[in-house]
């Protein structure tokens, strides 16, 4: 494909998918996604060597999270992005909401704090710092729903209904910094939903559905207005190449129309990993609670029958 500038391509031919996925790498991307799966497999490797298990499908959640980026930003998708708002908008849902998902789910703190050696006494290493970090007043704030709702909220209407965007979609750099925020964004929202690794902020099951539903319209609602629009809404798209053979209108239609869809996919995703999780956790507990009537024989059990029998005595 031919680039020019900022990798816009002013003489893209009609978009297919065969061409949405010729490899065309953004150089940052394809490097922070090799990265992110090497040290990703040193954790794994680490434990392994040491005898410890890793599941499986932690490792498998975790590459298909950052691959889902590569996907995005090292195809042809990435060219066609910057000139057509549908596929653009593809981009942005999946990084913000199918990648953090993903990568979450592979638990990369908890490998992390488990892979790195500590430092010993009095010194601090990468473990130690990832510790204070993790329970700075910092990450409390940014975790928190009162911070990462509005957050999630603004990434939308804040940037897409206002010339910020068209700024960004200006340079390279620019579209670089979007879509790390797009990542970022989606990361601190979801984190303390999944509840997979360890944070400042672990509200209870309930709380955790109902953060991610307080969400979630403000994506539909999103999708509808770019699909009831009149006239195209973001002057980046306001005039795709010729070539394309599209039209503004029409193409800003189908983005809102993906942008309504993906409020609802991730949803599902999440609440059916929640649930799992929340009867893994009963299960836990109901076994935890068993051993302790093994050891103790029944001792509550005891005690309660001798209150009663002490109650009965009382009352003759």
Request: with cysteine; net charge neutral.
């Amino acid at each position: 494909m031919d680039h020019s500038g900022h990798g816009m391509t002013m003489d893209l031919p009609p978009f297919t998918l065969g061409r949405g996925l010729e490899w065309s790498a953004d150089p940052f991307f394809l490097v922070a996604c090799l990265v992110g799966l090497a040290l990703y497999g040193w954790g794994v490797v680490r434990l392994v060597r040491r005898g410890d298990k890793w599941p499986v499908g932690r490792t498998v959640a975790y590459a298909l999270g950052v691959l889902s980026i590569m996907l995005m930003m090292c195809t042809g998708l990435n060219d066609y992005g910057m000139a057509m708002f549908s596929v653009h908008m593809v981009q942005h849902m999946v990084i913000s909401m199918v990648s953090p998902i993903l990568i979450l789910l592979g638990a990369p703190i908890t490998l992390a704090l488990r892979a790195l050696p500590t430092a010993g006494r009095g010194r601090k290493g990468p473990r130690e710092l990832l510790l204070m970090f993790l329970h700075s007043r910092y990450m409390r704030i940014v975790t928190h729903p009162a911070f990462t709702i509005p957050l999630f909220i603004a990434s939308l209407y804040g940037l897409y209904f206002t010339p910020l965007f068209d700024t960004l979609m200006g340079s390279k750099a620019g579209h670089i910094a979007m879509m790390v925020h797009f990542l970022a964004v989606g990361l601190v929202f979801f984190w303390p939903i999944m509840g997979v690794d360890p944070g400042p902020h672990r509200p209870g099951y309930l709380m955790r559905m109902l953060e991610l539903f307080a969400g979630m319209p403000f994506h539909a609602f999103f999708g509808i207005a770019l699909m009831m629009a009149s006239q195209p809404m973001v002057t980046t798209f306001e005039n795709p190449p010729a070539s394309l053979g599209i039209e503004a209108l029409s193409d800003q239609n189908a983005a809102g129309g993906i942008a309504w869809a993906f409020s609802e996919i991730p949803s599902v995703l999440v609440l059916i990993a929640l649930l799992f999780q929340w009867y893994a956790s009963e299960q836990r507990q109901a076994r935890r609670t068993d051993r302790a009537a093994e050891r103790d024989g029944d001792k509550e059990l005891e005690a309660y029958n001798a209150y009663l029998a002490s109650l009965n005595t009382q009352g003759r």
